[in-house]
């Protein structure tokens, strides 16, 4: 089947499919549903459409429409964003474990063939190796610790109080749990909390219209409208955000800004903002 969403799974992203933010009210969807489904519908007159396009438009446009099957994707959704970030997160371990043990037996192989003696560098040689061994076990330990946060239940907060902090309340196994979260938590991240004799371990997923957040990195979507793109514009973000960026008239889009230190923030310093600009559909 063509996944028209782009993903990576058979999960179909119908927001991106109709093109709207997770946050749209009904009405929103109602008019991106009847502009999508225009494009694509059989009874189209010069006879161009897309029986499996218009099929999935249907669905989504069903789904979103109603409450209760809503709620019930939005959480479907959150999960396959959890996915989603974990596979970026085990491929990131692997490929920064990968490349700092190279690093380290080409850095001791240098040494070893300049300084050393040759009567004792299989001996720094075998050191090397160790170390890449240790980078690997290390790694395969924390890709046991990925694989167990996919499996916890999910604890969604606002961007904002992933940048400030402060109260938030979930419920696990019909049980409410409130607590005070600490500033520069990310998606992936997770909590764990005792009361009483109970104990709940939880996973942190943001969730904010047009932002994905990829470790400490903020992704800002800003979508331009035609006249946005022809004459230049304005764009304010929003809080926790608080910015407003210039937008050049006749320039090329999708394109990006990177702005360094205004992402999440941490002890070892903040991540990055990136606002990505592209044309609205």
Same mark, same amino acid.
């Given at each position: ?37 225009? /494009?694509? !519908? ?6 161009? !459409? ?7 438009? %249907? ?12 709620? +019930?994707?939005?959480? /479907?959704?959150?999960?396959? =964003? ?8 085990? =491929? =990131? ?36 190796? /160790? ?15 990925? %694989? !167990? ?7 969604? @907060? ?5 940048? !400030?902090? *402060?109260?938030? &309340? ?9 607590? &005070? ?5 990310? $998606? ?15 996973? @942190?997923?943001?969730?904010?219209? %047009?932002?994905?957040? +990829? ?10 409208? /035609?006249?946005?793109?022809? &004459? ?22 999708? $394109? ?6 205004? *992402? ?18």
């Amino acid at each position: 089947m063509t996944k028209h969403s782009g993903q990576s799974d058979h999960f179909i992203d119908y927001y991106q499919l109709l093109g709207v933010p997770k946050s749209a009210d009904v009405a929103t969807i109602k008019r991106a549903y009847r502009s999508q489904i225009a /494009r694509h !519908h059989p009874d189209r007159v010069d006879g161009r !459409h897309d029986d499996e396009m218009a099929s999935l438009l %249907n669905t989504a446009y069903a789904t979103l429409k109603d409450t209760d099957l809503r709620q +019930r994707y939005d959480e /479907r959704w959150l999960e396959h =964003q959890s996915r989603q970030w974990l596979l970026a997160k085990k =491929q =990131q371990v692997a490929d920064t474990v990968g490349t700092f043990a190279k690093q380290q037996v080409d850095k001791l192989g240098k040494v070893v063939k300049s300084k050393v003696p040759t009567s004792v560098q299989d001996n720094i040689a075998s050191g090397a190796g /160790r170390i890449a061994g240790q980078a690997i076990k290390h790694a395969k330990r924390l890709w046991r610790q990925l %694989n !167990h946060t996919s499996k916890l239940p999910i604890c969604q @907060i606002s961007l904002q109080l992933a940048y !400030h902090g *402060g109260e938030v &309340t979930f419920t696990v196994n019909h049980q409410t749990w409130q607590t &005070t979260l600490p500033k520069g938590l990310t $998606t992936g991240d997770t909590i764990h909390l005792t009361r009483g004799a109970d104990t709940v371990t939880v996973q @942190i997923a943001i969730s904010e219209p %047009n932002v994905i957040v +990829r470790g400490l990195d903020v992704y800002y979507t800003v979508a331009l409208s /035609r006249r946005d793109i022809d &004459t230049g514009a304005q764009v304010v973000l929003p809080p926790p955000l608080s910015l407003q960026l210039g937008v050049p008239a006749h320039a090329y889009y999708p $394109t990006s800004v990177r702005l360094s230190g205004r *992402g999440l923030p941490s002890s070892d310093g903040a991540g990055d903002l990136v606002v990505v600009f592209e044309v609205q559909g």
